[in-house]
């Protein structure tokens, strides 16, 4: 005769290996789901922002971003009407949020929504970075007609208007680049005189 309760440590291990299986399929569907968060969060574009935090400041010095001179300071100089570089305060080039595109134009050509006592013999900057989804814009240079130049984002084919504030020509971007303010120093070196005028980075 089988006395009451002798199958209870058979009944207690079957509810321990489906405690343990019922963990790992839990366990496994959180790694899944996790896993999707992820692939989700480097497809999709950044929050409207796009988290930039530009740490530009009046006084900074602007250096070239790239090329041969990278790391150089920008001098009116060096600069003929037409041509543009993408740039960093100097000492500050680890972070992407800083980088901007100085351009030079005529100043007769520049109307609003420019803010124009940001601009100084002829230079404009804005911010380099494409208001869709991040990437950083390129000069498009007109060799006959310099104000026939323009901004564009080679990603998705955004165009902005560097003469009307950079405002969005053309493709996805939703919004202007925001401006910053700059001068030429007594040394002929370009110096920041503001912050950005508005916020950087994508802004869907």
Known sequence: ????????????????????????????????????????????????????????APGDRLVYAKGNQQGSLLKASDFKVGDAVLAYPQGKAHNRANIVQLIRLNESEYEPPTRLKLTDQGFV????????????????????????????CFCHNSIYEPTRGAKVIGGPAPKPLAQIGVKVAKDGVLVFTSGFTGPIGPQV
Request: with cysteine; net charge positive.
């Open 125 to 152: 900057a804005y911010s380099a970075i494409c208001t869709h989804l991040g990437c950083i814009v390129s000069w498009v240079k007109s060799r006959q007609h310099p104000a026939a130049s323009y901004t564009e």
């Open 1 to 56: 005769m089988v006395e009451a309760g002798s199958e209870q440590p058979e009944e207690k291990g079957k509810i321990t290996r489906r405690r343990f299986i019922l963990g790992v399929l839990l366990t496994a569907v959180a790694a899944a789901f996790g896993s999707l968060l992820s692939l989700l969060k480097v497809l999709a574009p950044e929050k409207k922002g796009g988290g930039y935090v530009a740490t530009v």
